[in-house]
């Protein structure tokens, strides 16, 4: 430090410095800028102090506030469920029939079922809810266990074939052609008289004769379905398994048996009842009509090629 | 800290207060009225009513941020419609280059804010301390009784103009009446308290203290100007082959042939609300107020001597009038091809909205299909397509619409509330005033529908027509892959 000296140009002092004859000025920091430096040295001293910091082996320290993003998040939850708190408390208060009568509780059930559709349904039936061969489209008006809101609530409560619930939608087609049951000449005869129904083959006597012996029990005489059963209509334009012929015959020869989980052991109630909500607002949801009872008659009335048969005026 | 400058040379000059004179004439009071008028309304507006029924607020300019909706006497503004305010800061931008080019820093001298509450705050200075030479003396003082009292007074009259300025902006973003209540009762949002913080601290601080400064030094507009003004621009200029060499009236009686008209007064720069001495040419710190020619002429009156020593006049007029012609008058000099050329496009501008806002549609239709599935197969065969359309009523009461198919053969559409049963080719809505509606529409068309274009046409069914049109598509299955 020993050649300070007053820069003659500049009047400046140097720092004392001589490289080769190359002097620096001692032209210090502002002042300012300086005391922003201290000022964020101050600061990240208390930032230490106070948020978690300095990585150690397993973790990092905590700092007095005992601030994480974990943390944090579950706040922001927890905030957001004591917000919901309200809304779920009054869904489920609610029986399913009558939140038609409030619109806005329905608005809130659609909205939350809407989300929790993408979560749990759309692996199997798409996000937009139209299905694919051998998953039921949601948003038509063809219904294998009923359209209406009450009836979608207690298929996803307790499923369809779920192993192990005896309260599941239950039933069974025998394997026509697999177990022997109908000898191949046969199994084309039904096919056709399936297939006549909808006008794509012709009747004949022979398969008319097979399919009241065997098919009629649960598709009943006319091949429009039973939903008691969960029988579908083979008279309509709806095919779950594809409706070609080999497609039909191979249904016939084999039996479809589609499963869905009964939702109760996953989700909770009011989940559930959103999401009935939800799928009922697809565009295909059928009116509940309080039934005075569940008499077979009345379930046969319940016809199930459309929902207008279930419109109230 | 040490600074770099060489010893004894400063770069940085400290401000020196500025203490302008009272002075009376065409160009002061020219500026008086500008003052009024602006002040008015600026702090007015808010205040006027304007009825447009229950539906909207009476109040006749408001910008509605909570709404988004932007109120002007019978104009209604939404935010897609902003092209509107667009179009009317343009027209600002160009009227500032028309006036540049037609009057000089005409926008500078009389209606820029900053000019205006500086030359408010400098008449508050002249009601409490006095004029100019008071003034002085009262700041080269001690800080006597007399000194604390007055620079209190003062001080808080500026603080009371400051908040007030900023609680007038807040009026334009609420109704004014109850935002007042609100305010005072504690009640209103954070943000507007915030913001009549920050306007009265700018105000204060732009208008009370730093003054000359702003426009010197921090305004970017000088700055600009200067490049759009040449020899054909009017600005304030001391004629000096006038009024040089300076000296006094028996200096002239002396020497007729060297001394200049200039008696060396110092008024134009004593009444100068910049401080500038208008002699040395011009200069940024001259805002044009022409000030310093009402002080001048004055001087030139009582001398006997031709007025116009300080002119507002273009540098080629001056030449003029110095190789011996005629004093020209201002209209010929505003009325060149560039002020002309600003006019035509401002006015295009101007033509251009207005005409878009007699044909507006006050009615609106948007249309958005369901993609995910394109199509329904329906239990009978027919083909289901949903849409969600929006139903916009622009105004501030409710309309009945229709809503019908256009092509589409056989097709008929229902929303949730109907029900599939009572589906028809005509959908009869109301829309609440000032509200977008959207309904789901299902479209169901006969079995063996092809996919097609077809149209929703939306009219009004009051006696004000008006409708809209949005063409989308039908998605069908195709005949072969039917069932898959």
Redesign the interface.
Known sequence: MANKRIDEA????TVGHSWDGIEE?N??L??WWLWTLYATIIFSIGYVIVYPAIPMVNKATEGLWGWSSRGQLAKEMKAEEQRRAGTVAALAATPIEQLASKPDLMRAAIDGGRAAFRVNCVQCH???A?GS?GYP?L????WLWGGNIKEIETTLINGIRHPGNDATRQSLMPSFGKDGILPPADLAAVTDHVLSLTGKSTANARGAQLFADNCATCHGPDGKGLRQFGAP?LA????LY???RE?VEASIYKARAGVMPAWTKTLDPVTIKMLAAYVH?L??GE?FVAAPAATPAAAAAATP????AN?Q? | MRSPEPAGQVYYEKRKAVFPKVVDGPFRRFKWLMLVVTLTIYYATPWLRWDRGPYAPDQAVLVDLANRRFYMFSIEIWPHEFYFVAGLLIMAGIGLFLITSAFGRAWCGYSCPQTIWTDLFQHVDRLIDGDRNAQLKLEAGPWNATKVFKRGVKWSIYLAISFWTGGAWIMYFADAPTLTVDFWTGQAVPVAYATVAVLTATTFIFGGLMREQVCIYMCPWPRIQTAMLDEKSLIVTYKDWRGEQRGSVKAKEREPDLIGDCVDCNQCVAVCPTGYDIRNGPDIACITCGLCIDACDKVMDQLGRTRGLIDYATLEDCEHERAGGERRSILKTALNWRTLAYSGVWAAIGVALLFALGTRQRIDLSVAKDRNPPFMLLSNGEVRNDYTLKLRNMEARPRPMSVTLEGLPGAAMWTDEMGRERASRELQLTVAADQTKPVRVYVVAPEGTEEDEFSFVLAARDREAGGDRVETRFDAPDEEEEDE
Do not use: F, Y
């Open positions: 500049t009047g400046v002092e000025l032209n210090p502002p002042r798409g996000s937009g139209a061969t489209n948003r038509d008006d063809d209509n309509d334009a709806i095919w594809g409706g070609k497609q607002s565009g295909g009116d090629a459309t929902g207008e419109a005026p």
